[in-house]
């Protein structure tokens, strides 16, 4: 068994709380097993791909959840310097001092989950060379300002990266780099399953849900719509509807696209009303007395 993770105080890396409604297919479910199987006996570093809002930031959650690691996140499609994650020089009473950021912490705190969000998106190509030798098997860094940085036991990093129409596989990622991941590729759940977080987690009923993954399906059928709807889509819609809305506030409000889309969505769902005919609306005054009486 392995020991209990001694977590820093810090507030930013904690064991985070298990979703109980987070589903994943019995393949991948395999995977993770052995990866934190793996981790025990050496370093691993695993690369999640897949579209926007399928589910790649929960797993790494989840796997850190359910194992009962302490996660730490870093946003490394904002990173535009190598060095950057680990400190800064700053000013302080007339000084230049070197300060330490969160990320040397989080990988010398055991078993921890690293998450590097958007690896194929730095700022700057070389931002990312500072991971490289992380990731490697010796995993170990030098820099000038903290000396040698080594990696603590059973810390497992997760990569995520954001698949999208100009961006499919891992093909654009740094192949030194890429060579370093096990590779899970995700996709959006089929649709019972689906429906079913969509239940659990927003408390629709079943004809609601149906209602909702039928408009969905039109949608992600119609390739000309240019829409992509995420799991993450999905259940804002269901929020919606759980609150009260109907399915059209749920769409013209969760489809962040411009209104001509928005247009043929609803032609395309047969929702009568365009969306641009604002003027066949009947305007409101937006008081909380008149909430009062509409309810
Ligand atoms: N397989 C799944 N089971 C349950 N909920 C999911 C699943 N995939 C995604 N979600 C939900 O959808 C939303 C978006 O997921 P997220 O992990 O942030 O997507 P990504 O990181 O791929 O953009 C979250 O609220 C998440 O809980
Ligand atoms: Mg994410």
């Known amino acids: 068994m392995k020991s209990k993770p001694s977590v820093p105080d810090n507030p930013n890396i904690y064991i985070p709380d298990e979703d109980p409604y987070y589903y994943i297919d019995s393949e991948a479910f395999g995977i993770l097993e052995k990866i934190e199987k793996i981790s025990q006996k050496k370093p691993v570093n695993v690369l999640v791909a897949g579209r926007q809002g399928c589910g790649k930031s929960s797993v790494v959650n989840q796997f850190a959840a359910v194992n009962r690691r302490p996660l730490a996140t870093f946003q490394v499609g904002i990173l535009s310097e190598p060095g950057q994650l680990f400190g800064e020089y700053a000013l302080e009473n007339g ?43 010796d995993r170990k860094v030098w820099m000038d300002e903290l000396g040698t940085l080594k990696v603590a036991d059973g810390v497992v990093f997760f990569a995520t990266l954001n698949e999208g129409d100009e961006y499919i596989g891992t093909e654009l990622l740094d192949p030194a780099l890429r060579d370093r991941f096990y590779v899970l590729l995700m996709d959006y759940l089929p649709n019972e399953v689906e429906k079913e977080v969509l239940m659990k987690k927003t408390g629709v009923s079943d004809s609601q849900a149906a209602e909702i993954i039928d408009a969905i399906n039109v949608l992600r059928l119609n390739s000309e719509l240019g829409v992509a709807v995420s799991t993450r889509t999905t259940l804002m819609i269901g929020e919606m509807v759980a609150a009260g809305g109907t399915l059209r506030q749920g769409i013209i409000t969760s489809l962040q696209t411009n209104k001509e889309a928005l247009e043929s969505i609803l032609l395309s769902l047969q929702m009568e009303k365009g969306y641009l005919e604002k003027g066949e609306l009947e305007y409101l005054r937006f008081t909380k007395e008149a909430i009062l009486k509409s309810v």
């Open 95 to 137: 000084q230049t001092r070197y300060k330490k950021f969160l990320f040397p912490e989080a990988i010398q705190t055991p078993n921890c989950v690293i998450h590097l969000e958007e690896i194929n998106r730095p700022e700057h190509p070389k931002a990312l060379n500072m991971l490289f030798s992380l990731l490697s098997d």
